[in-house]
């Protein structure tokens, strides 16, 4: 058999051979790398889609090193996502931080977090570096800033922003002939980054891993479909099969963007254990909660989780969660109990069988989705418009 062909306008526009699109995935653990390291988007490209650095986890200097590496990995096309959230809770680029950034947070959660821990078996630590200046503060605009500004002197070829609107950026990344994209959870989201002028725009559905919205993927597609005709959309959310590519682009998509299924890659930089979990996954082992980041995350559950979302805490603005949970992350850490840490996976995670190669994972997805749609669609469905 030949190599299958799986072409939409979207190859065209980034210059990829498949529409299949590997998703910047920031870190699953605060101050560890990004799953998504230059290693797996170099892997992907080279395979025929587009790979997608996960620059979330970061800093500016160690980000346009990895921009570079990729560089040296792949001569084909790649990306790079950030985070660019509104409403981070930065204290540390105001300059209002207090000397223990403990001080900003409710007494009342962080005993609460502490009572968690004990029931769970966890041993309480503060975590030294939390009080510390120089590290580990919530970091705020300034951060995705610099980012950005290496994003633009590196001239990607791809950027994509996972949460908020690329609008202040986007006229020198076009100046540079980068490709700009949007994630959107709902329609509201789409018509605001289509309008700033985005080249594609990611509707992403409930389904997904990590961030996530409250819609889901076969629901929003065509209503974002609608509201930003005729810009291209890309679908994301329990998209890690041929199936779900066909489906997608039955639907109206250009593309999928898939996060689960890359997570289990040999070239993602994710923990074995953590793997290992996603492949022993069944669709109802993952829960939406905001313990980890204060905004809306789909993990594998835990009873971490379970506990937190008993209790029926508010969690605080993204930045000032992690300094929330600061202290209860260390010590789980410490104690070793590593199945209770972030780890951020889809629903799609009942469908994956094994961790294999990023290339393999691409190909049997473009494989899946040609063998539907150029030809069992046509033999198991009857279709004749009147
Ligand atoms: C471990 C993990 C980390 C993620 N980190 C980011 C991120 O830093 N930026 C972003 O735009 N999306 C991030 N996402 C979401 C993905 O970009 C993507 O939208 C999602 O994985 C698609 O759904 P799927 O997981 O069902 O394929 C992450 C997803 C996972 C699973």
């Known amino acids: 058999m030949g190599r299958p062909v799986l072409r939409t306008p979207l190859c065209d526009l980034l210059g990829i051979e498949y529409p299949v699109l590997s998703a910047g ?3 699953v653990a605060s101050g560890s790398a990004p799953v998504a390291v230059g ?9 025929g889609g587009l ?5 979330a986890g970061f ?4 980000l346009r090193e990895e921009i570079r590496n990729i560089r040296q990995m792949t001569d084909k096309p790649f990306g790079v996502d950030l985070l660019l959230p509104s409403n981070y809770m930065g204290g540390a680029a105001s300059g209002e931080m207090p000397r223990d950034p403990r001080d900003l947070i409710p007494q009342a959660t962080y005993e609460g977090l502490k009572k968690i821990a004990e029931d769970l078996g966890v041993e309480w630590k503060q975590n030294p570096d939390l009080a510390d200046p120089t590290r580990n503060r919530p970091r705020g605009g300034g951060m995705s800033d610099g980012q950005m500004e290496v994003v633009i002197e590196e001239k990607v070829p791809v950027f994509a922003s996972g949460l908020g609107n690329p609008a202040p950026w986007i006229d020198r990344l076009k100046a540079n002939g980068t490709r700009v994209l949007a994630l959107v959870g709902n329609v509201k989201n789409a018509r605001r980054v289509a309008d700033a002028g985005v080249d594609v725009v990611v509707a992403q559905g409930t389904e997904a891993g990590g961030h996530t919205g409250r819609i889901a993927t076969l629901a929003l597609l065509p209503q974002a479909l609608d509201a930003v005709a005729p810009k291209p959309v890309v679908a994301a959310g329990g998209i890690a099969d041929g199936r779900g590519l066909a489906a997608v682009l039955a639907c109206g998509a250009v593309g999928a963007w898939c996060g689960t299924a890359f997570l289990v890659a040999d070239e993602a930089n994710q923990p074995e254990m953590q793997k290992e979990r996603i492949l022993a996954a069944i669709d109802e082992d993952t829960r939406i909660t905001r313990l980890y980041s204060g905004k809306t995350m789909r993990n594998i559950t835990n009873p971490l989780i379970e506990a937190w979302e008993a209790a029926g805490f508010a969690a605080l603005p993204m930045g000032l969660q992690g300094v929330l949970t600061g202290d209860l992350m260390y010590s789980i850490r410490e104690s ?4 209770l840490l972030m780890n951020a996976a889809g629903q799609a995670s009942g469908l994956l069988t094994k961790g294999r190669p990023a290339a393999d994972i691409l190909n049997d ?3 899946g989705a040609s063998e539907i749609l150029g030809r ?3 033999q198991s469905v009857t279709a004749i418009p009147g």
């Open 59 to 62: 800093s500016p200097e160690r």
């Open 365 to 367: 997805m473009v494989a």
């Open 25 to 27: 995935m920031g870190p």
């Open 376 to 378: 069992s669609l046509a």
């Open 39 to 47: 290693k797996l988007a170099a892997a992907v490209s080279n395979a």
């Open 51 to 55: 790979g997608v650095i996960g620059g």
């Open 336 to 339: 070793g109990r590593t199945e």
